[in-house]
């Protein structure tokens, strides 16, 4: 199987990761509930983790970065933590529904919220951040990089907006993190989402959030914490304060070594082979007779993922054929983006889409560019 | 049991601000190590830096330098 579906999750992991997670299994007991070997083991593999993503993501507290299960429940902490009944908030019609769909139900609740536009290529206009701002808008979510198509966002503008505005920043990297530099400070980002199982190349049931100072989210759960715990209520302290019950030490463990192999491995390194294979695969079907290729491919930086249509053939039966006859694993269908798929105009027919990881050959993408061809070629 | 001696104690708010309290004593190489929490300061539950009573000075001096998140300084008998 030639495995081009990174963007759900990257698949292999580094060398190490697995065996860190059996390693733990082995040999953790539970993490801030005893100060004896095993408990203080998994205590410090999850707290040097925390040292590991404050430091990839320019968080200055490493008590600050809180683990989650993904980046999921990462955005539904800080959406339903911070914003109010009367607040607004601008989002984008590039997000996903770990975006959305918090969204909508605060919407529900009584927040305002709009979203930037995206045209029929999945662009937007940055202006439009300044054309929705009201006095009552207290946030700015959004994803770094669209999942469809893999086009970039402007951190730096949009971190430079919020900050002019006093409004918080709340980033999606699901898409980006572990490839792409991101600075909380530098590019103004109040709450980082990260996931650990895609670009970061953890296990799946790992994520977590970095807060800068002074961010207040209120605890969406409560419960056991290995301390404080005559209080009634949730310590109020991070990481504490969203960590209720006992952490996925083994799958922290698993990031761990995850996030070993990219500090030595660079992101930059990642991000230059994973970018030459998409390219290199993007240039290969763009000009097949019936293919479209969405999303801006004249952007210097942009995610490893390249997403296509041939003629009017349904999404979903493409990806069917490229796995049974060609091995080869992509996603199809809405890829959890409606309204991206609205802008783009491909709500009946989906899309399909190639991502690549570092592990990635040049040659499954000369494969994988040889079927387009060969099905692009059938379906006229 | 072991004969009880005077030991300078650190409590924190949160097991990360304990990891962060160990990290700190092992890179400055200031003795001490964690325990749980005795009932004698809090009857919670958590982990707590205990360190030899002539040691107060050097933690003391590591808690602001690493502006480490502390509840409670105690010199007790452990």
Redesign the interface.
Known sequence: MIYLDNAATTHPKPPGVAAAVAAAMDGFGNCGRGAYQDALSAARVVYETREQAAELFGCSRPDHVVFTANITESLNIALFGLLNPGDHVISTDLEHNSVLRPLYRLQKAGTAVDFVPADSNGQIDYEDFTRLLRPQTRAVVCTHASNVTGDLTDLDKIGSFCRSHGLLFILDTAQTAGVFPIDMERQQIDVVCFTGHKGLMGPQGTGGICLREHVEIRPWKTGGTGVQSFLEDQPMEYPTRLEAGTLNSHGIAGLHAALAFLKETGLETIHRREDAMARRFYEAVRKLPGVRVYGNFTAQERAAVVSLNIADLDAADVSDELGERFQIATRPGAHCAPRMHRALGTERQGIVRFSWSYFNSEEETDLAAEAVRILAAEAR | MREKTEKFVVT?????????M??ACHAADVPGR???VPRSIT?????CWAAPPEARAEVEELIVHE?L?VDGLYAILL
């Open positions: 924190f708010r949160t097991t990360a601000g304990a990891i962060a160990e990290r964690l325990i749980p009857a919670g539950c958590g982990m502006r998140d």
